[in-house]
């Protein structure tokens, strides 16, 4: 932003943003007739005054204050983009009295208390409704906790030209770059994936992960799971090859069974390693086998992920860990994985050196010298069982349609959160239906 503003007359953007607040909160309540605003001594300050000006010449009560009694609507202007840690004691105090207001609140730019550049929040932070922000979606309005702050976001023009930012907001649109089968693709070339997992009383997240390969159009799946839990898969999978693997007898894979994984990847484009797998020495031997042998990309998420360590690999690698799993892998507690998701990222990219999607209501998807690509859509459907296994299975599949690894693993977190949108049940999703969607979410 302050990229974007240079050069510009700074009161001429004021005029042009306080209007833009006021007539956002007239629009989403039209029956208010009192707003409040809490208004800072900054910029943010002054689109507040501004806002409430244009209230006022469109016939309603609107005053600056710090008594929020009988107001139909609070407009939180205390702390703009610049604000970073924690408000000062006098400064939560008033951001308590606005959370506790019984009028919804109507935040400038970023809610107070929100840092604007990466989500944090440090003490006290508006809640607010409705958050209406200036020229672009700003990153602490997409990156938990932040967006959890935000409520609905309203991006208003006030004629600024666009500019590079540091990070990237994918859309549904990248959904366009995920190659289709053509005329000329056999099963292998339309992508061929390698699911390796399936441990006793874990045999739904393979099933999961291979049919969700298949929904996203891959045209060939393998299982590699333990020989004793083979029946299972026999009965439930139809398309997908079964190969029965080495196992220790408790119905977990050995080590052994990479020469199983090994020669299914001779014709594959990508291997899914861990729905489903189990923790064992065996387990984790045949993970830092596999991912020192194999020369396919490999998408590497649930147990695959336990105890794992950083390996020099050529092939492109996606790890998927939620937010307790990247904790375990940072030494760090989840709680403050959750407080400091960006960071987390950067920290998992630069210890592990491969592509590291971060699980989440704003899944975050790094890379090595790239920027961090956000899904900026919401799907609280996925808060469900198995929708790892199912997102494992669709990056695998983009990847052996020969998508690059960041831009496959975004694209099938947003795929994913397609699908779950489409899913006729909303009350109750579980995550084959999900799976159900995905070609729906494929064809929009």
Wanted: hydrophobic fraction near 50%; glycine fraction near 12%; charged fraction near 25%.
């Amino acid at each position: 932003m302050r990229a974007a503003e240079a050069g510009h007359d700074v009161e001429a953007l004021m005029e042009r943003a306080g209007r833009a607040v006021a007539e956002r909160a007239l629009a989403r309540f039209p029956d208010a007739r009192r707003f409040a605003a809490v208004c800072g001594g900054g910029a943010n300050g002054g689109d507040g005054r501004i806002a409430l000006r244009v209230l006022r010449e469109a016939g309603r009560e609107a005053e600056e204050t710090h008594d929020l009694g009988g107001a139909d609507v609070v407009i939180d202007a205390l702390f703009g983009t610049g604000f970073v840690g924690p408000p000062r004691p006098e400064a939560a105090a008033l951001i308590a009295a606005m959370n506790e207001a019984a009028a919804p609140v109507v935040a400038v730019d970023v809610p107070s208390g929100v840092d604007a550049s990466t989500g944090e929040v440090a003490g006290e932070a508006v809640r607010a409704k409705v958050t209406v922000t200036f020229h672009g979606r700003k990153v602490g309005l997409a990156v938990s906790p932040g967006r959890l702050h935000a409520g609905e976001v309203a991006v208003a023009d006030i004629g600024l030209d666009s500019a590079e930012t540091r990070h990237r907001l994918v859309t549904p649109s990248v959904l366009t770059l995920v190659p289709r089968r053509g005329d000329g693709d056999n099963k292998y070339s339309a992508g061929s994936v390698v699911v390796v997992g399936g441990a006793r009383g874990l045999t739904g997240a393979v099933v999961l992960a291979a049919e969700a390969a298949f929904r996203a159009d891959a045209g060939y799946v393998a299982v590699a799971v333990p020989a004793s839990t083979l029946p299972i898969f026999e009965t439930r999978l139809l398309e997908a090859v079964k190969r029965p693997c080495p196992d220790d007898g408790e119905g977990r894979l050995l080590e052994e069974a990479a020469d199983v994984v090994l020669e299914l990847a001779e014709r594959a484009g990508a291997v899914a390693l861990g729905p489903g797998l189990g923790r064992s020495e065996g387990t984790r031997g045949l993970v830092k086998r596999l991912l020192a042998e194999l020369e396919t990309p490999v998408v590497v998420d649930a147990d695959a992920l336990y105890e794992l360590e950083p390996g020099a690999r050529d092939a492109p690698t996606v790890l998927t860990p939620h937010e307790g799993e990247l904790a375990r892998l940072l030494g760090e507690e989840s709680s403050w994985v959750a407080a400091h998701r960006l960071e987390a990222l950067g920290r998992a990219v630069e210890r592990f050196g491969c592509v590291v999607l971060l699980k989440g209501a704003d899944t975050l998807v790094g890379a090595p010298g790239e920027p961090v690509l956000v899904r900026g859509l919401n799907a609280p459907g996925l808060a469900t069982a198995g929708t790892g296994d199912v997102l494992t299975g669709v990056i695998a599949a983009f990847l052996a349609k020969g998508m690059e690894a960041p831009l496959a693993a975004a694209a099938g977190s947003v795929a994913q959160a397609v699908a779950a949108r489409l899913a006729p049940q909303q009350e109750g999703l579980v995550a084959s239906d999900v799976v159900a969607a995905l070609p729906r979410a494929l064809a929009l």
